[in-house]
């Protein structure tokens, strides 16, 4: 039964002031956490050519990145580091001179107040690509989680302010809180990948991080996209492994996850806008099949809609300057 003609939902749509009163999801640049990766050696600003705009840059020129970055009103990023070695156990992962740790000390000297959150995981470091210590062909979960306490603990050392474990090893959230814990770490939190898909849309990532798994794939690991009720486990086993902030990765296509988490848990929710989600916005901006500003910002509003309070995306650069105007 309608309530027309009482009821006429136009009215609250007539202008712009009085849509503004009435918005239910509002955005800004401190929802935004920008993905940087960060590669070994000297005067490098490599183009990601799948991901547009985007670069893996050298520690030489931190500087002027995490300037622009700030001064456009970012106050969180994301690091990813891409070494000149890899090997079997991915050793230069945990390393004090490792590309991330040094990263890390040159931000913190440059612009101490910037939040740094930094990605714990092996497959970037790891010869055969994978996310964690392979044995016999098989990812072995409890052999890994010792080069992720360990890849943790080094983050921290060098001055992280959080931690994010995106391996999808069991037991990964509360490995890593008892060797923060037991390092005088316990006032670090951990934002953890606690349902993060098998998803064909990392292949931009895998790009940029030269992380490709060398044999197999990652599904015996990372969730199939089928289930949600196991996503909520998922979270639920991180909660109670001591995560402070959970992701839900991808974000569009899996806007339901997040909105189920929300309704479930109190705990803040980050949702991670990936790679192949800002690839296939930049392709058809770039062909001008579609308005790319406005679609950028109705993606990330339906994202906090679907109840993210923050957003790890590629965009954020691009928005944070738009959004500040
Ligand atoms: C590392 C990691 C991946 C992403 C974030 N951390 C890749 C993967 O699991 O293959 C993907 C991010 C993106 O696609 O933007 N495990």
């Known amino acids: 039964m309608s ?10 749509r007539a202008n712009p002031i009085m849509r503004d ?6 955005l800004s640049s401190n929802d935004l956490i920008y993905p940087l ?27 002027n990145e995490i300037n622009s970055i700030s001064k456009i009103g970012i106050q969180a990023i994301l690091l990813f580091g891409v070494p000149s070695t890899k090997d079997a156990i991915g050793s230069s992962a945990y390393t004090d001179d490792g590309v991330v740790q040094t990263a890390i000390k040159t931000i913190k000297n ?105 044999f197999g794939d990652r599904k015996t690991y990372q969730m199939d996209p089928s289930n949600w009720r196991m996503a909520l486990r998922e979270i639920e086993m991180d909660i109670n492994e001591g995560a402070d902030i959970i992701i839900v990765k991808p974000a569009l296509a899996y806007l339901d996850i997040i909105t189920r ?22 392709a058809a901006g770039s062909m001008n099949w579609l308005d790319e500003q406005n679609i950028i910002i109705e993606i990330l509003r339906s994202i906090k809609r679907a109840g993210a309070n923050c957003i790890i995306t590629y965009h954020a650069k691009e928005i944070a300057s738009h959004l500040n105007k």
């Open 3 to 12: 309530d027309f003609p009482q009821s006429r939902m136009r009215r609250l």
């Open 21 to 26: 009163l009435v918005r239910e999801t509002e």
């Open 37 to 63: 990766f960060v590669v070994s050696g000297n005067n490098k600003k490599l183009p990601i050519d799948s991901m547009p705009d985007c670069y893996q840059i050298s520690i030489d020129h931190l500087e």
């Open 110 to 214: 440059i612009m101490p107040d910037l939040l740094i959150i930094t990605d714990v995981c092996l497959c970037q470091y790891t010869d055969h690509g994978h996310c964690g210590i392979v044995h016999s062909g098989i990812i072995d979960n409890d052999a890994s989680l010792d080069a992720i306490k360990r890849i943790a603990t080094s983050h921290a050392n060098s001055g992280a302010d959080m931690v994010a474990p995106s391996a999808m090893m069991d037991g990964q959230v509360q490995a890593i809180r008892s060797a923060l814990d037991g390092s005088g770490f316990d006032h670090i939190p951990i934002m953890s990948y606690a349902s993060k898909y098998a998803s064909a849309f990392y292949g931009p990532f895998r790009d940029a991080a030269q992380s490709s798994p060398q």
């Open 261 to 282: 988490a929300r309704d479930k848990f109190p705990h803040p929710i980050a949702a991670y806008n990936v790679s192949g989600e800002y690839s296939m916005v930049k």
